[in-house]
């Protein structure tokens, strides 16, 4: 499987993205992460990220594309991905187009992650007390949140019209959304191989996200 999570900071990416992970038994890549691992080394591209990442602003598009890119080039890439936090930005959508487009590897679904933005203050603020990071003071909670409302939400436009977008609520226990994930990617995936409407596996709104679903057994052709 190739996916895509999209969603707000503090809507459960990472934590379903490790769990689909194991279930697709393929990487998860998320630029969070190795973004943190370059602070931490010290290197040149943690430094300029840090500068961003602290004032809860997106690092700039050429920065990121160049390093996803390079990631998505790893062996263990060949056979599927999770993208967590990447893309960010239509521009960087349409990289990453151009890129799987190379190799004849498209997506095969765009999930997003849907909570109110009181919940969404409460996860970022409670992740802020206990781990102490810098990016998640409250000021710059609103600012992250503000940020996505601006440059990232736009991408739900555009995965839409491409008919790759799957809605999930990202609200509940963990096993509850993973099963509400696998719901819509079961239905996305029948859809993407000729099913009737995403097949009985989910239901679509009126303009092509998946919604919802019963459990569905994703196999990918």
Do not use: W
Request: hydrophobic share 40%.
């Amino acid at each position: 499987m190739r996916i895509v999570l999209l969603g707000p900071p503090g809507a459960g990416k990472g934590t379903q993205a490790f769990r689909l992970a194991q279930h697709f038994r393929c990487p998860h890549v998320s630029t969070g992460d190795i973004f943190r691992a370059n602070v931490q080394q010290g290197t040149k591209l943690g430094q300029t990220a840090k500068q961003y990442m602290d004032r809860g602003d997106l690092v700039p598009d050429e920065v990121v594309i160049a390093m996803v890119t390079d990631r998505l080039g790893s062996p263990d890439c060949a056979g599927g991905f999770l993208l967590d936090g990447f893309p960010r930005t239509v521009a960087q959508a349409e990289a990453l187009d151009r890129r799987l487009g190379a190799t004849d590897t498209p997506l095969h679904s765009v999930v997003c992650f849907e909570a109110a933005e009181e919940e969404l203050f409460r996860r970022l603020a409670g992740r802020a007390a206990e781990l102490g990071r810098s990016d998640d003071s409250e000021e710059t909670i609103r600012h992250r949140l503000e940020v996505y409302t601006t440059k990232t939400r736009p991408l739900v436009d555009y995965y839409m019209h491409r008919r790759l977008l799957s809605v999930v609520d990202a609200v509940g226990q963990v096993e509850e959304i993973t099963a509400r994930i696998l719901d819509t990617l079961g239905a996305a995936v029948a859809r993407r191989n000729g099913g009737s409407n995403g097949s009985s596996n989910g239901r679509f709104n009126g303009s092509g996200a998946v919604v919802s679903g019963a459990r569905a057994t994703v196999r990918v052709r």
